[in-house]
């Protein structure tokens, strides 16, 4: 049982986690290294986390190391693997936390948190040797004990994906280039949506990291670019990701608003108050449009992210997790926004008010709101067809696509027309 871990930034060790006797929230400390507090511009864990002499103690330092792991049955599956308690995250950051989002690492001492060099890296290969019966969190355990920690409720893994197609777990010091996250056992059809919203985002300007729909092993699967790595050349370098819970302060199990999460509000005054500037603004202002344009009611704060560089330069990180969730089942996933749009108790129905009120909570002037939802609305619709066709082509189900579009739509001409009013 850990009770003291490394934490690294950028490859640099920055400072100890540690956990006391009691191991509960009120026992996490974490203290900045001195050598690292003397360095020219040491570059902080977090907007929450600032650099300082003193240690940070209890939920502060708990709820954003916690922001790391995975979710659900995710957790569930890699708890149950690496026999550790379910709730106990310190133990579950020791065993998985050498590689997370971004380019934070948190290790025991003297562990590193590559894989052996002769251990199989070919993703093919061991999901075969895992069998077809393979349950929820397949894809993540193909990275237990490599020390990867992907956060979020879906199954993914980090891989790289070479130029002839394959697929293959990073090696000794080497540096994973994509996420790879196959279809939900439990909502079929979420790579087909996700891969849709993301096309539809790009196709409209909006920032997001390029994708590809495929199958591994026969299982539908979605390839994303990591969009926290740079290029230099042929050399990858890391880039610092911490989503809005984190930098709020929160912890992963309130990223939805009605869990006494941060709001929309909260969202833009931490835009404003870091001084991200005018691009970081309207991004978040299409950000929340577009997901209620294509009717994603899932859209927490969990999937706002900051991104900064080893100089410490914050910018708000692309859009990722775009899906269209009113496609899905409503008896399975529920209409409310995650994070409210005015008083709308359900994202096909917002009204003209409803934007009116977010504009006035977020800083935003109503105007420019509305036609915002106007402008992005016509270049969805512009785009709807083109983007489905792509999507077909790359083996996306044409009748669940088809479905998909066309309730899209709908969406689209109802807040269209709201919008002018």
Known sequence: ????????????????????????????????????????????LSVVLPVQAEPFVGAVVRDWFCNLLPEGGVRDAISARLRIARNDDFDLLAAIGGECAGAVSVLSSGQRAEPAADQENDVDALLYLQGDDA????????????????????????????????????????????????????????????????????????????????DVMGRPALLVERYDRTRDGNHIRRLHQEDFCQALGYPAEMKYESQRGPGLDRCSALIRKLGLGPAAVQGLLDWTV???????????AKNLALLSDQAG??????????VPTVVLPESMIERAPAL???????????????????????????GFVLKRVQSMAEALLANLDVVAAHLLKQGCDEGRIGRAT????????????????
């Open 1 to 44: 049982m850990s009770t003291t871990l490394s934490v690294s930034l950028f490859g640099q060790r920055v400072g100890e986690l540690a956990i006391g006797k009691g191991r509960s929230p009120e026992d996490w400390h974490f203290t900045y290294l001195a050598e690292y507090r003397a360095a020219d511009q040491p570059v902080p």
């Open 135 to 214: 349950g929820e969190g397949a894809f993540a355990l193909l990275g237990t004990p490599l020390r990867l920690s992907l956060a979020g409720a879906q199954d993914k893994i980090a891989v790289i994906a070479e130029a002839d197609g394959r697929l293959r777990l990073p090696g000794p010091d080497e540096l994973s280039t994509h996420i790879l996250k196959p279809d939900s056992r439990r909502f079929r059809g979420l790579r087909d949506l996700e891969a849709l919203g993301l096309a539809l985002a790009h196709a409209i300007g909006l920032s997001v990291p390029p994708s590809q729909s495929m």
């Open 290 to 300: 577009f997901n209620a344009l294509i009717g994603n009611a899932d859209a927490h």
């Open 313 to 322: 330069r914050r910018r708000l990180a692309p859009f990722y997790d775009l």
């Open 340 to 366: 409210r749009i005015g008083a709308a108790e359900r994202i096909d129905a917002i009204t003209g008010q409803d934007w009116r009120a977010f504009a006035a909570a977020a800083g935003y002037a109503p």
């Open 406 to 421: 066309v309730l899209i739509a709908e969406q689209v001409q109802r807040l269209q027309s709201l919008a002018k009013v």
